[in-house]
């Protein structure tokens, strides 16, 4: 059985953070709600939904700048506009900026589930057939389509998580060089080793990097990182 899908509002609202959240968790969804786009931001580095609803007209950040953040991230994940201002200009910006999809407050409960479910089958991934996905533990991961999945369930990478993946999958079970990886991956722009370091160890958190066997991108130090021949299928 399919485990529910995360779906996280971002509105300072609480009242309507409540309504949302009452009407998809009636319809099955798995709900999580933040008063801010910060504490959304904040959130994401350690765990990816299936979609994110955001509210335009917020204090600190607002949608557009949290929208921004969001796209900058390289998450391809889809994301909801809800705001006041439903004139055709600003649904217009809102799609221009990377949304989905954009609705008008106020929205009905019965047409805002219906909204979130369209959705989320317009982005259903499509896993190919065996033979062309790559196999990681209990993990698909198609490279050509920038899709994944885990134990059945989608799995949310980053851009450049394929890059960095396909890389090591390319060497695999021999070390990749620090200077390698900053210069394939990221054409030499990444700065130094400790960007590279806290990005694999976000990959690593992602893929559920501890099975039993020991983890599955090793670290070599001082000289790089090394996927184990032992993951692949």
Request: proline content about 5%.
């Amino acid at each position: 059985m399919q485990p529910p899908a995360k779906i996280w509002i971002v509105d300072d609202d609480a009242a309507v953070r409540l309504a949302f959240e009452m009407a998809l968790t009636s319809a099955d969804f798995s709900v999580k709600t933040f008063a801010s786009g910060s504490a959304m931001l904040e959130a994401l580095e350690s765990e990816v939904p299936r979609l994110i609803m955001l509210d335009v007209d917020m204090p600190e950040l607002d949608g557009w700048q949290v929208l921004e953040r969001i796209r900058l991230s390289e998450y391809t994940l889809p994301v909801l506009m809800l705001t006041h201002v439903n004139d055709v200009p600003s649904r217009v910006r809102g799609l221009d900026a990377g949304a989905d999809d954009y609705v008008g407050k106020p929205v009905s409960a019965v047409e805002l589930v219906a909204r979130v479910r369209a959705l989320l089958r317009r982005v259903a991934p499509v896993m190919p057939e065996d033979g062309q996905v790559w196999r990681l533990g209990n993990m698909m991961i198609d490279f050509e389509r920038k899709r994944a999945t885990k134990a059945d369930e989608e799995l949310w990478l980053t851009r450049t998580d394929y890059a960095l993946l396909a890389l090591l999958r390319e060497h695999i079970g021999k070390p990749v060089a620090h200077k390698l990886i900053l210069e394939r991956v990221w054409g030499g722009r990444a700065g130094n080793a400790h960007a590279l370091d806290t990005h694999i160890w976000r990959l690593r958190k992602k893929l559920g990097d501890s099975p039993t066997g020991g983890p599955w991108i090793r670290n070599m130090s001082g000289i790089g990182y090394v996927l184990e021949e032992t993951t692949s299928g």
